[in-house]
């Protein structure tokens, strides 16, 4: 059974497209995550929710939107996408308060063409 | 391959040898470290955490230090294995932060057979 699941894995689309990158968790966990990741392998949190509601949210552009329709996903919607925004995503989840343990999808590689 | 253009500091091994990954961090006020493994094409995945009460903790294979007077944490991989070969984070929690771990730069390990 897969613990955090991301679709799709992979995603290519052209310059002002809108898309959505989906995450569910099967792990009972009440906090779930976003992180970008770049072509340098810097890893940054974009996003954390914490039964539904936003507690972090790190200066991402506000076409990034995420939405959390329960506990167990959240989702990430991006509006006029840019070259810039090319990266692989990354879905995470933890029990509340420990983000430290944290369980990672597999990731989506988005290509902004 | 994979680690072109990365600019990642980069680690390689013999196999059997042992491996010291290291990690510095500016914030006094982190009181939780974690290392994360990535294998390529995957999610990062957790590996040995350490409190800021301790100086060392040790797992399967696997030991941490921590020096706090100096801000230094490593990973210490005894007998590296071909399976070890991967991108290793450090990544840091700041007290009073429940909800965001920051990750550091990432070492990428390649383990020589």
């Known amino acids: 059974d897969t613990a955090v699941s991301q679709t799709p894995k992979y995603l290519v689309t052209q310059m002002g497209n809108d898309k959505s990158i989906k995450c569910e968790q099967n792990?009972?966990?009440?906090?779930m995550y976003w992180y970008k990741q770049d072509s340098k392998k810097f890893l940054k949190i974009m996003f954390s929710?914490?039964?539904?509601?936003?507690?972090i949210n790190e200066t991402v552009p506000n076409r990034f939107s995420p939405k959390s329709p329960d506990k167990a996903h959240l989702n990430l919607h991006i509006n006029s996408l840019e070259l810039g925004d090319s990266a692989v995503y990354f879905c995470?989840?933890?029990?509340?308060?420990?983000?430290?343990?944290?369980?990672f999808g597999p990731g989506t590689r988005l290509t902004v063409l | 391959g994979e680690s072109v253009g990365l600019h990642l500091p980069t680690l390689s091994v013999q196999e059997g040898d042992n491996s010291i990954i290291n990690c510095a961090y500016s914030n006094s006020a982190s009181d939780y470290f974690i290392w994360y493994k990535q294998e390529s094409g995957k999610g990062p995945q957790f590996i040995i955490d350490i409190r800021s009460n301790m100086d060392k903790r040790q797992g399967q294979r696997v030991t941490v230090l921590l020096n706090k007077t100096v801000k230094h944490l490593s990973l210490q991989i005894a007998a590296t294995q071909p399976g070890d070969s991967a991108v290793y984070f450090c990544?840091?929690?700041?007290?009073?932060?429940?909800?965001?771990?920051?990750f550091g730069k990432g070492t990428l390990l390649t383990v020589n057979p």
């Open positions: 995470a989840s933890s029990q509340e308060g420990l983000a430290g343990t944290q369980y």
């Open positions: 792990l009972g966990h009440d906090t």
């Open positions: 990544a840091e929690n700041i007290r009073g932060s429940n909800y965001k771990l920051t």
């Open positions: 929710y914490n039964n539904k509601e936003l507690i």
